[in-house]
């Protein structure tokens, strides 16, 4: 089992910046991807990144250039810089780990982004 825990959210300003954490706990050794996803009300969860144990991350095109993932593997951490914000930005964001073969979601944070 892992547990995981998000913080850093809130409410910013257009163009503002914000950095989100998620300290994972419980059987880490066995996680391999980490990664950040975010749900807009009345929308599906989306992917926003991930990185996987090596470092390697992958993004979604519209955070390209202003979103940075990355990723402490010795405090179980993996974070979501995200700079220039805008009100499409707005969402609940989730933290995610998978292991194998299962996977485990936070419980979400709040990101309000205003114009």
């Known amino acids: 089992q892992v547990q995981l825990l998000e913080s850093g959210g809130g409410l910013v300003q257009a163009g503002g910046s914000l950095r989100l954490s998620c300290a994972a706990s419980?059987?880490?050794?066995?996680?391999?991807?980490m990664g950040w996803y975010r749900q807009a009300p009345g929308k599906q969860r989306d992917l926003v990144a991930t990185i996987t144990r090596n470092g390697l991350s992958n993004y979604v095109d519209s955070v390209k250039g202003r979103f940075t993932i990355s990723r402490d593997n010795a405090k179980n951490t993996v974070y979501l810089q995200m700079n220039s914000l805008k009100p499409e930005d707005t969402s609940v964001y989730y933290c995610?780990?998978?292991?194998?073969?299962?996977?485990?979601w936070g419980k979400g944070i709040l990101v309000t982004v205003s114009s």
């Open positions: 995610n780990a998978r292991t194998m073969p299962f996977e485990y």
């Open positions: 419980g059987s880490t050794g066995s996680i391999n991807v």
